[in-house]
């Protein structure tokens, strides 16, 4: 088994900050991509970032220089640092892992889902 428990959510006026934080934990060998999506209301889920295994970044075109994905292997937690937030960056945020379990079988886990709210 293996669970993700997501943090750092909230409301916050526009041009502020927040830190969402993704924790897995269960029989884990190791985690290869981790990635944070979000989706507002009557939206499609979209991608926001993505962290290879090997640090390797990617962002979504509206989420370049405000966002920075990272991760603590140690921790199996990644993080999504959120700056200068706009009222259009309001969704609920998810992350994604991709997961070896002890078995070594490969999954992909979702987190429960966080509300960021960002008022003008």
């Known amino acids: 088994q293996v669970h993700l428990v997501e943090s750092g959510g909230g409301l916050v006026q526009a041009g502020g900050s927040l830190r969402l934080s993704c924790a897995a934990s269960?029989?884990?060998?190791?985690?290869?991509?981790m990635d944070w999506y979000r989706q507002a209301p009557g939206k499609q889920r979209e991608s926001v970032a993505g962290?290879?295994?090997?640090?390797?970044?990617n962002y979504a075109d509206s989420v370049k220089g405000r966002f920075t994905i990272s991760r603590d292997n140690a921790k199996n937690t990644v993080y999504l640092q959120m700056n200068s937030l706009q009222p259009e960056d309001t969704a609920v945020y998810y992350c994604?892992?991709?997961?070896?379990?002890?078995?070594?079988?490969?999954?992909?886990?979702w987190g429960q889902g966080i509300q960021v709210t960002v008022s003008s």
């Open positions: 994604r892992q991709v997961i070896v379990t002890k078995d070594y079988r490969a999954t992909r886990y």
């Open positions: 269960g029989m884990i060998f190791s985690i290869n991509a």
């Open positions: 962290i290879t295994s090997d640090g390797s970044t």
